[in-house]
T-cell receptor, first 115, second 112 residues
Framework: DTGVSQDPRHKITKRGQNVTFRCDPISEHNRLYWYRQTLGQGPEFLTYFQNEAQLEKSRLLSNRFSAERPKGSFSTLEIQRTEQGDSAMYLC?????????????FGPGTRLTVL | DAKTTQPNSMESNEEEPVHLPCNHSTISGTDYIHWYRQLPSQGPEYVIHGLTSNVNNRMASLAIAEDRKSSTLILHRATLRDAAVYYCILRETQGGSEKLVFGKGTKLTVNP
């Protein structure tokens, strides 16, 4: 257990429905990241926050995806009008500070299945 | 994004050393080399990182070539719990990005 928690751990939904995932980072970490991982691939970066500010977004993050971190603590990732191609593991990570030598701590992920 | 090249898979026997190679010929002078691993059904976990000198921690050792164009993650005595996908990642300096760029990694199988 890294101290990063994600909820739910599994989500099955029908195409076209909206889903929301939550991530609770390690409490003293001001940086929070979202990644997506499909079967057989490494995780792909989606977005990251420093405190409540969203500082970087991947081109993978289409307009159906939105992420928030309203008080600089937990974060939510919402997918609207889900498609089968959204089926993946959604991973959250946090880190304490900026720097190329700083490690990121990952949560267990939320596995999304879109039927 | 800086690129790394790793073998798709490797096998080892339990209690034997494992050397996981990574090529990063386009590495810049101030890029850190990070290793993460991902056990089945879990999120990635940090293993080790280095810049120029070899590094040791409780999990592994990192040997970095003198020209920094390659590195090797060393597990001194593999256990069944070390079976995972190992990712070699460069932490880039250009553009100020904080993201980790994962490749496909090396899937390590440890035989009893």
């Amino acid at each position: 257990d890294t101290g990063v928690s994600q909820d739910p751990r599994h989500k099955i939904t029908k195409r076209g429905q909206n889903v929301t995932f939550r991530c609770d980072p390690i409490s003293e970490h001001n940086r929070l990241y979202w990644y997506r991982q499909t079967l057989g691939q490494g995780p792909e970066f989606l977005t990251y926050f420093q405190n409540e500010a969203q500082l970087e977004k991947s081109r993978l993050l289409s307009n159906r995806f939105s992420a928030e971190r309203p008080k600089g603590s937990f974060s939510t990732l919402e997918i609207q009008r889900t498609e089968q191609g959204d089926s993946a593991m959604y991973l959250c990570a946090s880190s304490a500070q900026r720097g190329r030598s700083v490690e990121q701590f990952f949560g267990p992920g939320t596995r999304l299945t879109v039927l | 994004d800086a690129k790394t090249t790793q073998p798709n898979s490797m096998e080892s026997n339990e209690e034997e050393p494992v050397h996981l190679p990574c090529n990063h010929s386009t590495i810049s002078g101030t890029d850190y080399i990070h290793w993460y691993r991902q056990l089945p059904s879990q999120g990635p976990e940090y293993v080790i990182h280095g810049l120029t000198s070899n590094v040791n921690n409780r999990m592994a050792s990192l040997a970095i070539a003198e020209d920094r164009k390659s590195s090797t993650l060393i597990l001194h005595r593999a256990t069944l719990r070390d079976a995972a996908v190992y990712y070699c990642i460069l932490r880039e300096t250009q553009g100020g990005s904080e993201k980790l760029v994962f490749g496909k990694g090396t899937k390590l199988t440890v035989n009893p």
